[in-house]
């Protein structure tokens, strides 16, 4: 019995070919798929985000105390509420900042291909340069808006500690 056999050769892609292409990408879809993914690892994190803090602000008598033992505390004194502080406001916070982020990402990205299309550089070398340009837009723009954030979920991760002041509303 005889094989013959085929040799398949595999059809030739442009790089850019087998990016994502922003304008065909259902944009709907993927940042509600990315928000609710990136608001359920966030609900994980931020218990120990919350120890975390609370030991960085607190005397030298906690900086002692094993994270545990200051989680017990946390969940004693506060209930599951005292553990999840500041994560409403940081999850609805997000999300704004996810579709900042990711947006400027692609869009920068997509940029830096159309105005490199004309230069004398190699495919791959062009593709890494707009990735890298990307990034670092993509990180300028929501760096300026998760740093803010980050600040007012962390004054609320501390409400409720000893010495610290409640807050009565935005005044």
Known sequence: MSVDAVEVVPPEFALSDTEINWGRLDKKRFHIIGAILFTFQSALIHPNAVVKTRMQVAG????????????????????????????????????????????SLEMSKDITMKYT???????????????????????????????????????????????????????
């Open 60 to 103: 030298s008598y906690l900086c002692r105390i094993s994270g545990l033992s200051v989680f017990r505390r946390i969940i004693i004194k506060d209930g599951i509420n005292g553990i999840f502080r500041g994560f409403g406001t940081s999850a609805v916070g997000s999300l704004p900042g996810r579709v900042l982020a990711l947006t």
């Open 117 to 171: 299309a004309d230069l004398n550089i190699p495919e791959a070398t062009r593709v890494g340069v707009a990735s890298g340009v990307a990034g670092m837009v993509s990180n300028l723009i929501s760096c300026v808006y998760y740093v803010l954030l980050d600040v007012i979920c962390q004054g609320l991760m501390v409400q409720g500690f000893p010495g610290s002041i409640p807050c009565n509303g935005l005044m």
